[in-house]
């Protein structure tokens, strides 16, 4: 079984890229909704993130508003790590137990850990990856992208983008790069090609 890491700047095309090789066959653990899944109500990290936060950060429902805490976290460099602390190790442990059950069952799969900020707040050592794939994309892109995927202002954008390491520090750290600057057609080429070189 190969385990690779999957990562890239935010609304760089990291889940367009994933899709493509949950298509031809990858399996694909994607840390975004084991985020999500590990702060349910009733949940250690829920808990400490209300008692953070405050009661504010609340939907009507009770659960975590992701948009409410997001504005408090993406500009506050200090409440985002505090935020780290409370969520990582969870969702670091539910990913291993996934490897683990993967192993078990197809040991001859290739996995791909979809980890938005795996060279931001960890790394590739962190669950002992084959190697890492960074998606790029252009800056501009980036910013149209994010402003159009999450209705936010271009100011708001730009504060998400200053949150985590520029896509191109990244990509020197890289062992694959896929670059998501042309046509989806382009990008698919590239994810067939790093495919053949993974299954081979």
């Known amino acids: 079984m190969r385990v690779i890491g999957l990562t890239g700047g935010i609304a760089t095309g990291v889940t367009t890229v994933t899709r493509m090789f949950r298509e031809l066959g990858a399996i694909v653990i994607e840390a975004d909704k084991i985020a999500r899944d590990v702060v349910e109500p ?80 960890t790394g590739p050592d962190t669950f002992d990856m084959d190697g890492v794939i960074v998606v790029t994309a252009a800056k501009d892109a980036q910013v149209e992208r994010l402003m159009r995927r999450d209705t936010l202002s271009e100011e708001d954008a730009q504060r998400r983008m200053a949150a985590q390491r520029p896509v191109e520090e990244k990509a020197t750290e890289a062992d694959w790069i896929v670059r998501n600057t042309g046509s989806l057609e382009e990008t698919r080429r590239q994810v067939t090609s790093l495919w053949r070189q993974l299954t081979t």
């Not at 405050?54 to 997001?70: M, T, Y």
């Not at 506050?76 to 442990?93: E, F, K, P, Q, V």
């Open 42 to 121: 009733g949940t250690e990290p829920y808990g400490k993130i209300v008692e953070t936060f405050g009661r504010e950060i609340l939907s009507a429902d009770g659960s975590i508003d992701r948009k409410k805490l997001g504005q408090i976290v993406f500009g506050d460099d200090t409440a985002r790590r505090r935020l780290n602390r409370i969520t990582h190790s969870a969702i670091r442990r539910r990913i291993e137990e996934e490897i683990e059950r993967i192993r078990g069952s197809n040991p001859d799969a290739i996995v791909l850990i979809d980890v938005p900020l795996l060279l931001d707040t």
